[in-house]
T-cell receptor, first 116, second 115 residues
Framework: DAGVTQSPTHLIKTRGQQVTLRCSPI?????VSWYQQVLGQGPQFIFQ?????ERGRGNFPDRFSARQFPNYSSELNVNALLLGDSALYLC??????WGLGNTEAFFGQGTRLTVV | AQKITQTQPGMFVQEKEAVTLDCTYD???????LFWYKQPSSGEMIFLIY??????QNATEGRYSLNFQKARKSANLVISASQLGDSAMYFC????????????FGKGTRLHILP
């Protein structure tokens, strides 16, 4: 079975531009979460979507938005890019959206975004 | 609020030795899960091991074991018989079981295995 897949793997954008990152979860997984990892830090939670609804949102500005499609894939959009948005963006999928039975969270290889 | 603390920014270990990576956590939740992930230079976050707060036995997965001490709020990762391929960044993480799937990560420990 394929794991979590993200595209593109690398991206270079200019300040002020907009970017869309894509994620396909593991087959059968209904929950997708997005994380931002800046250099030298652990990942920071941005969003979680479960069954196409937003379940959780981290402390990120409104320039960040996301959505989940009927096939459970997801897109993360970032508008008006800043230099500080340069980071590795990770997508995680899990079978359940929350709860004690939700013991797994598998990550994709990430999209490395550079804003110049 | 939940918090993960990893106090070892970097560690150097001889190949074939066992290594312990420290992790302490803070939470007011009664139910929570603890994770360890490995992140090689390629960037992918690789799931290693999971421990639930109500699990009475320490989790083990092959060469990985989690030394869970609930009263001390610690969840150390033990890697037995280290290999050169174990060189990577290691993250301790946790999540509660409220209404979302948010995982809180520590700052990580960079492990170097020496031949």
């Amino acid at each position: 079975d394929a794991g979590v897949t993200q595209s593109p793997t690398h991206l270079i954008k200019t300040r002020g531009q907009q970017v869309t990152l894509r994620c396909s979860p593991i087959s059968g997984h209904k929950s997708v979460s997005w994380y931002q990892q800046v250099l030298g830090q652990g990942p920071q939670f941005i969003f979680q979507y479960y069954e196409k609804e937003e379940r959780g949102r981290g402390n990120f500005p409104d320039r960040f938005s996301a959505r989940q499609f009927p096939n459970y894939s997801s897109e993360l959009n970032v508008n008006a890019l800043l230099l500080g948005d340069s980071a590795l963006y990770l997508c995680a999928s899990s079978l359940l959206g929350w709860g004690l039975g939700n013991t797994e969270a598998f990550f994709g290889q990430g999209t490395r975004l550079t804003v110049v | 609020a939940q918090k993960i603390t990893q106090t070892q920014p970097g560690m150097f270990v001889q190949e074939k030795e066992a290594v312990t990576l420290d992790c302490t956590y803070d939470t007011s939740d009664q139910s929570y899960g603890l994770f360890w992930y490995k992140q090689p230079s390629s960037g992918e976050m690789i799931f290693l091991i999971y421990q639930g707060s109500y699990d009475e036995q320490n989790a083990t997965e092959g060469r990985y074991s989690l030394n869970f001490q609930k009263a001390r709020k610690s969840a150390n990762l033990v890697i037995s018989a280290s290999q050169l391929g174990d060189s990577a960044m290691y993250f301790c993480a946790m999540k509660g079981y409220d209404r979302d799937d948010k995982i809180i990560f520590g700052k990580g420990t960079r492990l170097h295995i020496l031949p």
